[in-house]
Each structure stands twice: as C-alpha cells, then as structure tokens.
C-alpha cells in the first residue's frame, strides 16, 4: 500500500490497488476565514497551499469522509470530483449532505462494508475532551475513523478527528493495525481545549500499539494549530520514538 499526506486531514491511499481520498479539503491558501471561536482566528485557511493539481489529488476510485466539518470536505472538492464517485460517511446525516451537493452513489460506513474486495470498518473517537464536548457539541458533532482490511495488505486504522480516548485505546486493541494514522496538530479552541491529538496524545496511542508504524497527519494547515512538526519531532527524538512515528511533509508518500 502506498500512502500520501496532501495536505491537513487530506490523504489519499492506494490499498488493495484501489485510490482512496480521504477528507478532501481543497480550496487554496487563504481562500476562507479562520475558524470562530478557536485560537488564532484571524489567521486565514488553509495556512498552507496544497502541494499537488487538485485534479490530480481528486483522481481516485472512492472517497471516505471521516466527517462534515469545513477544514475536511469543501467546494472546490465538490466541484472538482466526479459526482459518480463512490462515497462513503460516517451516517446519515452526512450522507444527505453529499447527496445534496449531487454524488450520486453514496454509501454509510458500518462495520463490515466492502469495496472492491476491501473491508471498511467504522471506528468512534472524540473531538475534544469532556468539557469541550459539552460546550460546544453542535459544533464539534460526531467524528468517526475507519479501519482498512485486505488479505494482501497490512491492517490500516485512520482514527480522524479524535483526541485520545477509551474508543481509540478499543479500536487499537481490536484490530491491531500495523498502520495508524493521526490527526495531530493539536487544534484547539478558546480556552486551550484540544479537540485532536497533540504530543500526548500520540505517545499513548505509541504505547498501545508497540508494533504499529504511526504517521503524523493533519499539521500545520489550518488557523489552530498549536503543535508544529518541528515542534513534534524533538518531542520524538527526546522519547526515541522516531524509529515508529511519521511526521510527513505535504506531498510526501509512504509505501508499506
């Protein structure tokens, strides 16, 4: 399998000899505000240009949207793939929001869907912890991630939009990925309130999971993001953590 980081939560996989885009974000540098009600909000998105032609990264044979959120599915996404695309989304309320930009093959993610010989399992996580939860519930909503499972190829968990949490530690202990990967950037809102994976967060999910190869998504794309990559990888050299955590430029691939 072949993995590419394009840009914030945007990645595409090559699995089983499918392409998979996955929360395709694809609007240029500075084309929307920031983000309300999170820090540094007067900081245009995206913060960086993306690295390959968008029609180039919307060549694919499906997309999975990990959820409706604006920095994970925009515009020029819907503009720029075809509408007859497999599509695949955490439940229905996001589906009807697919179907209503007019993709017309749109499928809900459980956990045993196929395609193309490829299981797509739905997996649960939380964005932002607790109090953040509760303070801002209808802005966060439900987040999911999705594990990938082919006979010919390693066991692949992309855990999306989620700090670290009992369904994450769940997920890892079931399906023993070889494979995970992270939003890790640290977002947070007013109030220094995570709601993805910082520093912590990934030295938990390192502990977990001894034996899989964890790759650093999500970094400095958007207006708050708090944790660097250069910031990230001193982190890893001071806990010897660099022979198993990946921290991907944009446009840098990975073949496993």
Same mark, same amino acid.
């Given at each position: ?39 540094n909000d007067h900081i245009r998105n995206p ?18 949207l990990t959820h409706d959120h604006p920095d ?10 075809? +509408? !007859? ?8 309320? %996001? =589906?009807?929001? /697919?179907? *209503? ?98 520093? +912590? !967060? ?8 001894? %034996? =899989?190869?964890? /790759?650093? *998504? ?39």
């Amino acid at each position: 399998m072949q993995f590419t980081q394009i840009r914030n939560a945007t990645v595409k996989i090559n699995y089983a000899g499918k392409k998979i885009l996955i929360d395709p974000w694809l609007a240029e540098k500075g084309a929307v505000p920031g983000f309300g009600g999170t820090i540094n909000d007067h900081i245009r998105n995206p913060t960086a240009e993306l690295p390959l032609p968008v029609n180039e990264i919307a060549d694919a044979d499906a997309v999975i949207l990990t959820h409706d959120h604006p920095d994970h599915w925009d515009d020029t996404a819907r503009n720029a793939i075809r +509408k !007859d695309m497999p599509f695949f989304v955490q439940h229905e309320k %996001d =589906a009807q929001a /697919i179907r *209503s930009a007019g993709f017309s093959d749109v499928r809900i993610l459980d956990e045993n869907t196929g395609f193309a010989g490829i299981t797509l399992i739905k997996t649960s996580g939380r964005h932002g912890r607790p109090k953040v939860l509760e303070d801002m519930k209808a802005l966060l909503g439900e987040v999911s991630g999705v594990i990938f499972k082919h006979a010919d190829e390693k066991t692949f968990y992309i855990a999306g939009d989620t700090v670290w949490c009992q369904e994450v530690e769940d997920s890892l202990k079931k399906y023993h990925p070889d494979i995970v990967v992270l939003n890790s950037c640290d977002a947070q809102v007013i109030g220094n309130e995570s709601i993805i994976m910082g520093k +912590k !967060d990934i030295y938990e999910v390192y502990k977990t999971a001894p %034996d =899989a190869t964890i /790759i650093a *998504s999500h970094m400095e794309a958007v207006n708050h993001a708090t944790l660097t990559r250069k910031e990230l990888r001193e982190f890893l050299n001071e806990k010897a953590m660099t022979q198993r955590v990946l921290v991907p430029e944009d446009g840098e691939s990975y073949t496993f």
